[in-house]
């Protein structure tokens, strides 16, 4: 018997599964939110569980005053077909989200055509560009959720392209909006930054740069309270963590904590002229989602391309670091 590759193999079998999903999905309710002037949402991508729980969110029976009645009410499965983490949950995450009112349609052209904004959740970078030339092309406003794209290079090419579309785009972690950063940043509940430490899990994923793939959490959580402006970045490996150290242009240093081994989880310390402050604890996609709203509504992104860009860089001039046994990287070499 001929052998099959085991990429096609876990290929077909979730072609097969979504497709046996498909037709058992539930046909009541797939009109519920359609009549939303100017709110509907489209997702691409049931790949991740971020989906799910943005989804559960917007389309909750009593949903949260502050998410201002935008529904989720269509979305386009793919997703990653070549990550086994990732194509596995399309079925699953498929049939679920159906239930809660969700049409399932068959191509992003599809969706274009049913939505006001779209919420990119592909868990794959690498097809964050091609997935939002359609969307940026068909004048809809659009979040891209972590990362960005599976390199510096996607993302500039995805935000140019935007800037000469006059769409808004905006990208980042639930990470950003963790407990005690908007006091730090906008109270200044410890006089000014002058450094900070961050730590969050860094599961690897071979087809994405080291950080890209998780560890991207803790890197947006360090550039949230420390700012735009890191000149070099030095990266310490083994198997089980990385340390990051960041340089920035003003002689402040950051640092982030990539963990793989023992006690996961997510937070840091932020130092500063008169205080020092945990960053913590996570408490999930609630102030993300009323973040996109807003964005949504404005159309002005929260988080400007600049500091994205600079965050794609930071993580790419790490994995340059390791490569180059530790030795820094200077940004610029990146952003060039």
Request: proline share 4%.
């Amino acid at each position: 018997m001929n052998s099959i590759p085991r990429r096609d193999f876990i290929k077909k079998a979730t072609i097969s599964s979504l497709s046996i999903s498909l037709l058992n999905l539930p046909l009541t309710g797939k009109a519920s939110f359609k009549n939303v002037n100017g709110k509907r949402v489209g997702i691409i991508g049931l790949d991740t569980s971020h989906s799910i729980a943005f989804a559960k969110a917007l389309n909750a029976a009593t949903p949260d005053a502050a998410l201002k009645g935008y529904r989720i009410i269509a979305a386009y499965p793919y997703g990653s077909r070549d990550i086994e983490s990732s194509a596995k949950r399309i079925a699953g995450y498929t049939q679920e989200i159906s239930t809660l009112g969700i049409e399932i349609v068959d191509s992003i052209a599809d969706l274009l055509k049913k939505v006001d904004h779209v919420l990119l959740e592909t868990n794959d970078g690498r097809l964050h560009l091609e997935q939002a030339i359609p969307v940026i092309d068909a004048g809809k406003t659009l979040f891209i959720d972590k990362p960005m794209a599976a390199s510096y290079r996607d993302a500039k090419k995805i935000f140019e392209y935007a800037r000469k579309k006059r769409i808004p785009v905006f990208s980042a972690s639930s990470l950003r909006y963790a407990e005690h950063i908007k006091e730090i940043t906008e109270v200044k509940s410890i006089g000014d930054v002058t450094g900070a430490d961050t730590y969050s899990p860094a599961t690897l994923e071979a087809t994405h740069p080291d950080l890209f793939w998780y560890g991207i959490h803790g890197v947006e959580t360090l550039y949230a309270v420390m700012g735009r402006g890191c000149k070099s970045v030095t990266r310490t490996s083994t198997p089980d963590t990385d340390i990051v150290v960041g340089t920035w242009s003003d002689g402040r240093l950051g640092t982030f904590r990539g963990i793989r081994k023992g006690k996961r989880d997510f937070g840091g310390t932020a130092f500063g002229t008169t205080g020092i402050q945990l960053i913590g604890p996570y408490k999930g996609y609630q102030p993300l989602l009323e973040e996109i709203v807003q964005f949504f509504e404005t159309k002005r992104p929260p988080v400007q391309e600049e500091e994205t860009l600079e965050i794609l860089a930071f993580m790419e001039a790490a994995d340059l670091s390791k490569s180059r046994a530790g030795a820094a990287v200077f940004l610029h070499e990146i952003m060039q």
